[in-house]
């Protein structure tokens, strides 16, 4: 069945040597031999039909036009075993935890900065920094990051690196339980002899999570009325954002449906008007309150900034998280672990070079085509330079895009991604793959076992982004056993 | 429940059995042209599919000639009617994806499903069988998702407002398909042979031709088939029993009581209630009938209004 899969020099998730699994995918290497192709490939039309049925889409817009797309499915899962995904779990934590103190601290006495760790332009100048709307708040537990994804990827070596840390609105939530849902209904026999976690009680983790967010304010603290704020149908993750309200039982409501009078937010229903105490919000904070942001904005509410200020109501994720995420701040994450922490960095980074530094910059410069290098505000692997795969014009375009802003971009070594078979077409092939890790916060912190795990089904291809034709796979974490992983 | 969504529960509805009832004026009509060899005869059937489906004068503004190729593809497909078939259906896919999250799952995939079939549609040089099939799948999808809310569905809200759109679009459209066979047999001298054959058209353009016929003789008499569409309390597709059942589901929603918000509204169903039983049949001239037919078609609209405004799906005007 794979006896054509070639692992080349990358770090393979599955296979150990050719036509030899590793010991944690033995029992599914088994299993996937009782199947003909023939019998795999129906099964896989079956699997991607039954997400377009039910409608398990993103929308991709081509100038004006929006085209409803599924984001492809791939069978072969990504499992992980225990002691690798406790590690994880454990780096996780952390680094969400050195980031939610880091948002404080930015947004009151900026000691990391007086400290000299963090060069403090690196704040002033970032787009998503907003002092003015998120200083000196007291929000509930403190807590700026309510729903954290935290891109992983794997080098040669098979070493776990984080990749970008999603702190504003990370998407894909629903795909990993669509994931699961479809493997369970299409391909049951491959769960046989698995002990694996289950996502059963994780949407009940994320309800508890977001229902601590009380406002200090609020009228009925024991039972807060949360919504989940959408920018529409139309938007990209509308998908998520249905699924999210659904499995949560709490309202989906457009900036439309809400409004604020006397600093109180309300929603309107039939019966009238509701009070609002929590907002778990998918709008970008630009959006959220043209009188606070950009004043043409339609999806948002007026006012919501003024209820926010005053504790009248809870936004999650808070306002400002932007400032954290950039890919110029993620290079301080290591350091903030440490300044906030007092610990070394369980989870490490990819190594990254500033342009901003004229030494980083004149290596970088010599060295183009070898080295990634990305837009520090871009996203969903847009302007972005892969200098191994690119040709001689694309590289000269960078260089001059890098002399003409060196702040806006940062370089990575290539890292040679880890790979795991796909099968599509009737066969198996390499393909890269990266793993979301989501976690969710309100009184504690939780990790959501396993994730979403991107694929870039196009052979070569190192980008997994669902926009650029990337696809999911459902994430096995294994259960611990005594022995082996029966 | 949020205003905008009960607003597209309504608008769901309504978009849904409007495709549905356009679409089986349609398929009645096809069958008729196999029917018919008379042209001024066929003619004026398509002037009247168009009345009662869209808007005769509308379409002439397009279209100087009454082709049928150019009136089923306007009915069906065309972009620029508002109320063609798959611009309805479209609508009610747009208003059921907004409301995903409150309607049962299979009402949100049938919808879906039939959108996602929609590029492999010819709406082009079709053939009468393709169009037969194509109206056989809405109808199919409509009757579906009826079912799925029928016995899923808790009693509620959301399952209220659904029922509200459903019996008003379907109301309005049986007062419609009525005035125009009327007109039809006005123009008409009494007691021609085609008199049968409009009482029958009216009969099948509501749907209602199986139900009659369990209950008078096939014979069509104008007095039978008007009572049985208009008053018939126990046929689902009569005006009585719409209007009926609008104000059942609304005092079921209001718990019996009237407020003063609820007040205009309960006014003007019981208003409608007593036009209806005071209606009678037998008194009247054909524009006498007509007359009501109208009456009660603006009705219709202004039910709608108010039952928007009393639930706000309509944004107030903002006063500064």
Request: proline content about 4%; overall charge negative.
């Amino acid at each position: 069945m794979l006896e054509h899969y070639e692992m080349e020099s990358f770090f393979d998730e599955m296979m150990l040597a050719k036509e030899q699994p590793k010991p944690h995918y033995e029992h599914f290497y088994e299993m996937l031999r009782r199947f003909s192709i023939d019998n795999l490939h129906e099964k896989n039309e079956t699997a991607q039909l039954s997400f377009l049925r039910k409608g398990i889409t993103f929308t991709v817009y081509n100038e004006t036009v929006g085209t409803e797309r599924t984001m492809p499915f791939d069978f072969v899962p990504i499992i992980i075993p225990s002691e690798n995904w406790q590690r994880i779990e454990k780096g996780m934590k952390q680094r969400v935890k050195a980031l939610n103190l880091f948002l404080e601290d930015i947004y009151r006495d900026q000691e990391i900065i007086k400290d000299g760790i963090i060069p403090g332009e690196l704040v002033e100048q970032n787009p998503y920094y907003y002092r003015e709307q998120a200083s000196g708040l007291d929000i509930p537990y403190q807590n700026h990051i309510f729903l954290a994804g935290i891109d992983l990827i794997r080098d040669e070596h098979g070493e776990y690196r984080v990749l970008e840390d999603n702190l504003r609105n990370p998407s894909g939530l629903s795909y990993v339980f669509q994931n699961r849902y479809v493997m369970r209904q299409v391909y049951p026999e491959l769960f046989f002899e698995h002990a694996i976690e289950t996502l059963e009680h994780q949407l009940s983790e994320l309800h508890q999570a977001l229902m601590a967010y009380v406002p200090a304010n609020s009228t009925s603290p024991d039972n807060p009325c949360a919504v989940l704020l959408t920018p529409g149908s139309y938007n990209s993750a509308y998908y998520d954002h249905v699924f999210l309200a659904q499995q949560m039982g709490i309202e989906l409501v457009e900036g439309r449906d809400l409004l604020v009078r006397d600093d109180v937010v309300y929603m309107k229903t039939i019966r009238g008007l509701k009070r609002v105490d929590i907002i778990y919000r998918r709008i970008d904070d630009d959006f959220l309150d043209p009188d606070a942001f950009d004043p043409k904005s339609v999806l948002g509410v007026r006012g919501l900034l003024r209820a926010y200020r005053k504790g009248n109501v809870a936004i999650v994720n808070g306002i400002g998280n932007g400032v954290a995420d950039d890919k110029a701040m993620y290079a301080y994450v290591p350091d903030m672990i440490r300044y906030y922490l007092d610990e070394e960095p369980i989870i490490p980074n990819v190594e990254t070079y500033f342009l901003r530094n004229e030494e980083q910059r004149t290596y970088v410069l010599d060295h183009l085509d070898e080295l990634v290098v990305k837009n520090v505000g871009a996203s969903g692997g847009y302007d972005m330079l892969i200098g191994p795969h690119a040709g001689k014009e694309e590289i000269a375009v960078f260089r001059e895009k890098i002399l003409e802003k060196p702040n806006q971009y940062i370089a990575q070594p290539t890292i040679k991604l880890s790979r795991a078979p796909a099968f599509q077409k009737g066969r198996f092939y390499p393909c890269h793959v990266d793993l979301r890790v989501f976690v969710m916060s309100g009184q504690e912190s939780h990790v959501l076992p396993g994730g979403l795990s991107r694929v870039a089904l196009q052979e070569g291809s190192l980008v997994v982004n669902s926009s650029q034709g990337g696809g999911g796979k459902d994430t096995w974490v294994l259960k611990k056993r005594g022995n082996g992983y029966a | 429940m949020l205003s905008r969504v009960a607003d597209s529960l309504y608008w769901m509805a309504r978009n849904l059995e409007r495709s549905e009832n356009n679409a089986r004026v349609l398929d009645v009509q096809l069958i008729n042209m196999l029917e018919a060899n008379d042209t001024e005869v066929l003619n004026r059937d398509w002037e009247e599919v168009l009345e009662i489906t869209a808007s005769l004068a509308d379409y002439q503004v397009q279209y100087p000639n009454l082709k049928s190729e150019e009136i089923i593809h306007y009915v069906a497909f065309e972009p620029g009617n508002f109320n063609s078939l798959v611009n309805c259906m479209t609508y009610a896919r747009e208003n059921a994806r907004a409301t995903r999250d409150i309607i049962p799952e299979g009402v949100w995939e049938g919808l879906n499903r039939f959108y996602l079939e929609l590029p492999a549609v010819r709406r082009n040089e079709f053939t009468i069988q393709e169009i037969q099939n194509f109206l056989n799948t809405i109808t199919m999808t409509s009757m579906t998702a009826q079912g799925v809310i029928e016995s899923t569905m808790t009693r509620g809200v959301p399952y209220s407002f659904i029922k509200i759109g459903k019996w008003l679009e379907r109301a309005e459209k049986t007062a419609r398909i009525l005035n125009v066979i009327c007109e039809k047999a006005r123009k008409e001298k009494q007691g021609s042979v085609n008199h049968h054959y409009y009482w029958l058209a009216a009969l099948r353009l509501v749907n209602g031709y199986d139900a009659y016929i369990k209950e008078f003789p096939p014979k069509m008499n104008a007095m039978h088939v008007l009572h049985f569409i208009i008053e018939e309390e126990r046929f689902p597709r009569s005006i009585r029993y719409c209007v009926d059942h609008v104000m059942e589901t609304i005092r079921k929603l209001e718990k019996g009581e009237v407020h003063h918000y609820s007040e205009r509204l309960f006014h003007l169903l019981e208003t409608i209630q007593q036009e209806i039983s005071d209606f009678n049949l037998e008194a009247m001239a054909m524009e006498e009938l007509m007359g009501f037919l109208d009456h009660f078609q603006n009705r219709c609209i202004q039910v709608s209004r108010i039952f928007s405004e009393t639930y706000y799906l309509i944004e107030p005007i903002e006063i500064k």
